[in-house]
């Protein structure tokens, strides 16, 4: 009696297992997949809520994500509804997405440092003016329509002799679906003053990190100009990496009185 007891327990604990553990249909994407999807698709929903200009660049971006991804935006949805359904394996996952966030944040930390130095630097200046007037955060891809940032200012009563510019910037890549390098970035600054001459700063984008080009005052010749540009490719179009843009800015800084 009690070997059948035992036995007939154990059958029900098995079936109740059974019963309790959640199968994943076919089509849905797998929690490791799905918590990488969703964590360049919030990061593309940020930079482009306000920061694009139309909704067809809104839209390019986020079909990236998916291309990536190698899925197609019916899937995503699907998945996201079943995982709805099972509020355990989604709080999961974006208790995964915020031990991510905070890993970005820490690994962005010696660029916001450096940030922080130069504009440390600048207060002790006598007078400092952001030029860019467009958004600080970019997202380039290897289209023609978003592979690049360009600025050009002609200089007004307000420069002096002694001006210095700096084109400030900080990149990081991000690589496309097949994992490639195969991207390029180049940035440059030019001023031009009123005697012709020229002076120039430029650099490749080599690796992750803020970047700032700076042209040192000239006391002989006034700025007539200064022009900038940062260019993006990727010779490996079923790569599709991107190039992610943050604090931008362009500065003219007066030189500091005697």
């Known amino acids: 009696m009690k070997r059948y007891f035992a036995k007939t327990l154990f059958l029900l604990s098995l079936l109740l297992f059974v019963a309790c553990k959640v199968e994943m249909p076919d089509g849905v994407i797998k929690p490791d997949k799905m ?3 969703i964590y360049d698709y919030h990061l593309v929903q940020v930079l482009t809520t306000d920061q694009m200009a139309t909704s067809y660049e809104r839209k390019l971006h986020i079909n990236y994500v998916f291309e990536k991804h190698g899925v197609t935006k019916e899937q995503f949805d699907s998945s996201l509804v079943w995982y709805t359904r099972y509020p355990k394996k989604m709080v999961k996952i974006y208790a995964n997405l915020e031990e991510r966030a905070k890993a970005e944040l820490e690994a962005m930390g010696d660029g916001a ?20 007037n467009g958004s600080s955060v970019r997202l380039l891809s290897s289209s023609p329509l978003n592979n690049r940032i360009t600025f050009n ?57 803020t970047y700032v080009l700076a042209v040192e005052r000239n006391y002989d010749s006034d700025i007539k100009s200064l022009h900038g540009f940062l260019y993006y490719s990727d010779n490996d ?14 500065k003219r800084i007066h030189p500091e009185e005697e």
């Not at 200046?125 to 030029?131: R, S």
């Not at 179009?237 to 362009?250: N, P």
């Open 35 to 37: 918590e990488d999807i």
């Open 113 to 132: 440092a450096a940030v922080a130095d130069v504009m440390n630097s600048e207060k002790m200046l006598a007078d400092t003016v952001e030029l860019w």
């Open 153 to 209: 200012y002609a200089a007004d009563t307000t420069y002096v002799k002694g001006d210095s510019v700096r084109f400030l910037f900080s990149a990081r890549h991000l690589p496309g679906a097949m994992g490639g390098l195969n991207h390029f970035a180049h940035a440059a600054l030019v001023v031009e003053y009123d005697n012709d001459s020229y002076a120039s700063k430029g650099v490749t984008l080599s690796a992750d990190s």
């Open 237 to 250: 179009t079923l790569c599709a990496s991107k190039l992610l843009l943050g604090d931008i800015s362009v």
